[in-house]
């Protein structure tokens, strides 16, 4: 079944050819017609074909979904203490992480799957229609495999991330865990996973360092994995060039970049994906996207959703720390946590809403893209539910 979707004052299409020629791709008094799950045409309402339904915005801008390409939602217990801590000057630096682990590991699947479910529908409540999902928080074999598969149920876009941290019980034994990570934990996580991940930090003392690192992120590749990195976000260090080197999609985080890691992203493929929920509830500078946009590297924006270093959902509110603290344009952080972050996530089908892409729509109650920035913390967006539509 077709609807054509009308009473758009300014559609963004992320297609420069269907619209006003800029990235975003903008069309104003417009109009859409989802057939099928897909776009079948976009642009001005009064050439709008016919179509079985009809759905009137009454003036309200329509965007790409967003896609949230970084989040951790497997995950039992809470840190809200934590957080506490950092406000009152407490410095950040992975360890809490062992705390998680050790929830999620004595929580049962009903727990999880509760607490994963519910934090993507507060996603979708806020436009979020794509969202990539890592394990990490289990760190034995079943533990990992358990998260993958209850991610499974909510998204295609599966991360094994066994390369977290060092748990406790392998404390001074990085070489067997590794050889656990890149065994028997690979072996049983990987089909059910897309991506594989590391925390490459040698600034933590709890994270891995380059050759780690390069160790997971080879075995994942052989495992027919692709790859991401956490990168760079304690200190300068090997993630961002470990990352361009092996190819992989994104690289995340990039608080602290020297200029090699900044020419590095320019003239690679890799993603910078910028969290700035993260400065935000650490208390860290921000990354700097003005100097990475300048140089010509892609960027994308995430929520970072974890019970640790960032515990939010809203990928406006992170839009609009980019605008305020990172030297992003509105313009240019839609952008990035549409098309940017479905870049990272090598995906052609989202973040966009050119003809053929899925009908994943973003509505903003509101006149334009502007006011994601302009009025912060106000719940203004939301997923689209058509008939036959956005998923």
Same mark, same amino acid.
């Given at each position: ?16 050819? /269907?619209?006003?020629? !800029? ?28 179509? +079985? ?50 929830? !999620? ?7 999880? *799957?509760?607490?994963? $479910? ?45 390369? $977290?941290?060092?748990? #406790? ?32 930090? #040698?600034?933590?003392?709890?994270? @891995? +360092?380059?050759? /780690? ?8 590749? /052989? ?29 995340? $985080?990039?608080? @602290? ?18 969290? #700035?929920?993260?400065?935000?509830? !650490? ?85 334009? $893209?502007?006011?994601?920035?302009? *009025?912060?913390?106000?719940?203004? !967006? ?10």
């Amino acid at each position: 079944m077709s609807t054509l979707v009308t009473g758009i004052a300014e559609l963004v299409s992320n297609d420069p050819e /269907a619209g006003d020629g !800029t990235p975003l791709g903008l069309l104003t008094d417009a109009a859409l017609v989802v057939d099928d799950g897909r776009i079948a045409w976009l642009g001005p309402a009064k050439r709008a074909p016919a179509a +079985d339904t009809r759905r009137d915005l009454g003036g309200r801008a329509v965007l790409p979904g967003f896609v949230d390409s970084h989040t951790h939602l497997v995950f039992g217990g809470e840190r809200s203490a934590e957080f506490a801590a950092r406000m009152a000057g407490e410095r950040y630096d992975g360890g809490g992480i062992a705390a998680t682990v050790r929830a !999620t590991r004595d929580a049962d699947d009903e727990t999880l *799957r509760a607490r994963l $479910h519910a934090l993507v529908g507060e996603m979708r409540a806020q436009g979020t229609t794509t969202v990539e999902v890592k394990s990490g928080y289990g760190l034995t074999v079943a533990d990992e495999a358990r998260a993958l598969r209850l991610a499974r149920e909510v998204t295609e876009e599966t991360t094994f991330l066994g390369g $977290h941290v060092l748990p #406790p019980e392998y404390a001074g034994r990085v070489d067997e865990y590794l050889a656990l990570v890149t065994g028997p934990m690979l072996t049983a996580c990987a089909p059910h996973a897309r991506w594989v991940d590391v925390f490459c930090e #040698p600034a933590s003392p709890h994270a @891995f +360092d380059a050759d /780690a690192s390069r160790a997971i992120l080879v075995a994942g590749q /052989a495992a027919g994995l692709g790859l991401r990195v956490h990168g760079n976000q304690l200190a300068e260090g090997p993630g961002v060039r470990l990352a361009v080197e092996l190819g992989a999609a994104s690289v995340d $985080h990039c608080t @602290f970049l020297d200029g090699p890691d900044v020419a590095a992203l320019a003239e690679g493929d890799t993603v910078a994906t910028l969290l #700035p929920g993260v400065e935000f509830a !650490t208390r860290q500078p921000y990354p700097d996207a003005r100097r990475l946009l300048d140089a010509g590297a892609t960027v994308a924006l995430a929520t970072d959703c974890n019970p640790g270093s960032c515990f939010t959902s809203s990928m406006p509110f992170c839009l609009a720390l980019a605008v305020r603290e990172m030297g992003m344009t509105p313009a240019e952080a839609v952008w990035a946590a549409t098309s940017g972050a479905a870049a990272a996530l090598r995906r052609t089908d989202v973040g966009h809403l050119g003809v053929g892409a899925r009908a994943d729509l973003a509505v903003l109650d509101a006149p334009s $893209h502007r006011y994601l920035a302009y *009025r912060p913390g106000v719940p203004l !967006t939301s997923a689209l539910d058509l008939p036959g539509g956005s998923r």
